[in-house]
């Protein structure tokens, strides 16, 4: 499984570290991503990082203000987001998984394992 942690309440302007953990088995060969979804919104790509972290994909919401980085084991990964805004409002999922090709990165059908949810919540 993987669980996502850190999320909370924090100001426009923050900034925010998301962190996702495998445990369960070894993740090191899977690809790794972050979505969010709100009430009103389908779930979105935010970013996609590769199973060696030789290549990172983000979202077009997100791009200049998101980081996604592997952890050292490959069993982790992290989201570094600055700039916060209240639209960045969300639960924020990590999940697994291994896209076919870089297209299907962004998709969330190219992840079969996916956490609970952090809540982020940025106030104006």
């Known amino acids: 499984q993987v669980q996502e942690s850190g999320g909370g309440s924090v100001q426009a302007g923050d900034s925010l570290r998301l962190s996702c953990a495998g445990s369960g088995r070894s993740w090191s060969s899977y690809a790794m991503a972050w979505f969010r979804q709100t009430p009103v919104k389908e779930r979105e790509f935010i970013a996609a990082i590769t199973w060696n972290g030789d290549r990172t994909f983000y979202g077009d919401s997100v791009k200049g203000r998101v980081t996604i980085s592997r952890g050292d084991a490959r069993n982790s990964v992290v989201l570094e987001m600055s700039s916060l805004k209240p639209d960045d409002t969300a639960v924020y999922y990590c999940?697994?998984?291994?896209?076919?090709?870089?297209?299907?990165?962004?998709?969330?059908?190219?992840?079969?394992?996916w956490g609970q949810g952090t809540q982020v919540t940025v106030s104006s």
């Open positions: 999940a697994a998984g291994r896209p076919w090709n870089d297209d299907d990165y962004p998709t969330t059908s190219a992840y079969d394992y």
